[in-house]
């Protein structure tokens, strides 16, 4: 492919990962662009033959863009490759599923929801070795737009030297973040943010249950702990770690920390084997410590 492969209101089916493998020519313009209702894409491979920088993050960079599609499928895809990132989920798009994908070697994020999305699942994903965070949930103030709402990110195997977090709600509401494996990452492995600097919406409603966060944060001078809370603008509240299991942190175990406003924040039924720096430092917040281990 030498343009943009607009899939609008279509299912396409490959053979398989192995057998359908599409190939976009041009590095700056190779997005597989999915519109319109009960759009759906299955069972094949997309990479890019060679990739330029990440530059200003275009969407037409990407390998997969779904664009204010409603009702969607992306299942069993591998995506290889891309200049910006893997599956990008924007312009409120409503109703999807992602699940049972692949996705490597890109140059931003793995999976990224923003512009206000709604009603997503993304489960059952492998995320290794992409350019930015593995999959990430982000609601920027600019446009007015609604936050990236009602999403579930569940059964994922993220991480593998990836080069940011691994899964992240950087402005978002009512997420439910559970069953995931997140390892080997530069920074935190989950990561639950009201950012200054790119000037996201707050943060309500968060779940991060049953996970397994392990040897994250390994990026000098940043020294990210496994699990960290952090808000340098606005407000962060209801946010609740259950039953998770957080160990090896490069640096330190879980942080909440900033200086804007961090409400209730909750850890009920943790263990935390932690052997490198503290275990715990909590600088903000209303912190909630409910039969935890190793805090």
């Not at 060679?50 to 037409?60: D, F, L």
């Not at 929801?113 to 489960?123: D, G, Y």
């Not at 996970?211 to 962060?236: C, D, E, R, W």
């Amino acid at each position: 492919m030498s343009n943009l492969f607009v899939v609008d209101g279509i299912r396409v089916v490959g053979a398989g990962k192995s057998s359908t493998v599409l190939v976009s020519t041009n590095p700056e313009r190779g997005s597989i662009d999915l519109k319109g209702d009960k759009v759906e894409l299955r069972n094949l491979k997309h990479e890019y033959k060679t990739t330029v920088p990440r530059g200003n993050g275009a969407h037409e960079k990407n390998s997969i863009t779904v664009r204010s599609a409603t009702n969607f499928v992306i299942d069993n895809v591998h995506v290889n490759k891309s200049s910006t990132a893997g599956i990008m989920i924007t312009y409120g798009s409503a109703n999807g599923t992602v699940s049972n994908n692949l996705v490597e070697n890109t140059g931003a994020d793995g999976i990224h929801m923003t512009n206000s999305t709604n009603a997503m699942t993304v489960e059952n994903n492998v995320v290794r070795g992409v350019g930015d965070d593995c999959i990430a949930v982000v609601s920027y103030k600019d446009g007015a737009d609604l936050p990236v709402r009602n999403i579930t990110v569940r059964g994922n195997d993220v991480g593998y030297y990836s080069k940011a977090r691994g899964i992240t709600v950087v402005g978002g509401m009512d997420v439910l973040i559970e069953n995931n494996k997140i390892q080997d990452t530069q920074m935190a492995g989950v990561y639950i943010s009201v950012e200054g600097s790119y000037n996201t919406q707050d943060v309500n409603r968060v779940k991060v249950n049953n996970n397994t966060i392990n040897h994250t944060g390994m990026q000098k001078p940043q020294n990210h702990p496994n699990i960290l809370v952090f808000a340098s603008q606005g407000v962060i509240d209801n946010v609740e770690f259950n039953n998770n299991m957080i160990t090896n942190g490069v640096h330190r175990g879980i942080g909440v920390w900033g200086n804007a406003t961090i409400k209730n924040i909750t850890f009920r039924q943790n263990t935390l084997i932690n052997t490198n720096g503290p275990a715990t430092t909590f600088t903000n917040g209303i912190i909630k410590l409910i039969d935890n281990i190793g805090f």
